[in-house]
């Protein structure tokens, strides 16, 4: 099976501007989870999908949404960018059992840098 | 208090010695535990999951599980050059949502 794709792999925004970020899922896995990764706070959860339903949240402000769609391809929005949401942001999927989220897999992630 | 605690190191082991990494976490209900291994420019990739308390081995890797201690560790014996990452404990909380620790950087000297 082939493995968890992210889109763009780097992105360069300036401050103000929005950016979407897109995750396509392994094959049958419904389960799509993003994660913000920075030197100083390491990997901090997003948000979790399922069967196009958010099912948990991380704490970050409202700028940062997602959605997913019917095919579990994921997308996640960032509004009005700051130069504190320069990061890698990990899309991760799973094949959830059980109501748990379980072994999670991740892609390449999304370079982003904010000038 | 975090969630998921690791020492952040480096924990520096010479090549052929047991690597040792800790973890603690916070919430007692956790079921599920895991440890991926990241590497320097890569996503993290998971070695071990476990989920219920005792050893657990695959190849040169043991996790250990503590519910009652809420302890997790992960053991790598005879570490080699190419073991060198960071490692990341991450603790499924329940409610769909998977946090991590900030992770253990780990040096095997060859």
């Known amino acids: 099976k082939a493995g968890v794709t992210q889109t763009p792999r780097y992105l360069i925004k300036t401050r103000g501007q929005q950016v979407t970020l897109s995750c396509s899922p392994i094959?049958?896995?419904?389960?799509v989870s993003w994660y913000q990764q920075t030197p100083g706070q390491g990997l901090q959860f997003l948000f979790e999908?399922?069967?196009?339903?958010?099912?948990n949240k991380g704490n970050f402000p409202g700028r940062f949404s997602g959605r997913q769609f019917s095919n579990s391809r994921s997308e996640m929005n960032v509004s009005t960018l700051e130069l504190g949401d320069s990061a890698l942001y990990l899309c991760?999927?799973?094949?959830?059992?059980?109501?748990?989220?379980?072994?999670?897999?991740f892609g390449p992630g999304t370079r982003l840098t904010v000038l | 208090q975090k969630e998921v605690e690791q020492n952040s190191g480096p924990l520096s082991v010479p090549e052929g010695a047991i690597a040792s990494l800790n973890c603690t976490y916070s919430?007692?209900?956790?079921?599920?535990f895991f440890w991926y291994r990241q590497y320097s420019g890569k996503s993290p990739e998971l070695i071990m999951s476990?989920?219920?308390?005792g050893d657990k081995e695959d190849g040169r890797f043991t996790a250990q599980l503590n519910k009652a201690s809420q302890y997790v560790s992960l053991l790598i014996r005879d570490s080699q050059p190419s073991d060198s990452a960071t490692y990341l404990c991450?603790?499924?909380?329940?409610?769909?949502?998977?946090?991590f620790g900030a992770g253990t950087r780990l040096f095997v000297k060859a």
């Open positions: 991760a999927s799973s094949d959830p059992s059980g109501g748990s989220t379980d072994t999670q897999y």
């Open positions: 094959s049958g896995h419904r389960s």
């Open positions: 999908y399922f069967s196009e339903t958010q099912r």
């Open positions: 919430d007692r209900v956790s079921q599920s």
């Open positions: 476990i989920y219920s308390n």
């Open positions: 991450a603790v499924e909380t329940g409610g769909f949502k998977t946090i």
